[in-house]
């Protein structure tokens, strides 16, 4: 089991930018697949970006392909979001989940342990 604390959000205006960071603590962590999800008021939680243990399989979700980039820094433990370019409908609370599979997944399933969530709230 690994927990999970995101900081980093806040309110920003629509073409904008927001890091968001995970920390994790446990020893674990870096053999943990990271994923972030996001779910806006009266919307089921969706996939946004995953990363694996070394970085090398990423997935993005379409609707923030090429303007969220996900990272890891395994020496601190520690997964981010860089969101750019940012619009009203990327407004939502979001999640960083943490799962012991091999390659990355676009199921909330497949992740046992979550963070409480971080506001970002983007004005039009």
């Known amino acids: 089991q690994v927990q999970l604390v995101e900081s980093g959000g806040g309110s920003v205006q629509g073409g904008g930018a927001l890091r968001l960071s995970c920390a994790a603590s446990?020893?674990?962590?870096?053999?943990?697949?990271m994923g972030w999800f996001r779910q806006a008021p009266g919307k089921e939680r969706e996939f946004v970006a995953a990363?694996?243990?070394?970085?090398?399989?990423?997935d993005y979700a379409d609707s923030v392909k090429g303007r969220f980039t996900i990272s890891r820094a395994n020496a601190k433990n520690t997964v981010y979001l860089q969101m750019t370019s940012l619009k009203h409908a990327d407004t939502a609370v979001y999640y960083c989940?943490?799962?012991?599979?091999?390659?990355?997944?676009?199921?909330?399933?497949?992740?046992?342990?979550w963070g409480q969530g971080t506001q970002v709230t983007v004005s039009s």
């Open positions: 446990g020893r674990t962590y870096s053999s943990y697949t």
């Open positions: 990363i694996s243990r070394r970085s090398s399989n990423i």
């Open positions: 989940a943490a799962g012991e599979m091999v390659v990355v997944s676009r199921r909330a399933s497949a992740y046992a342990d």
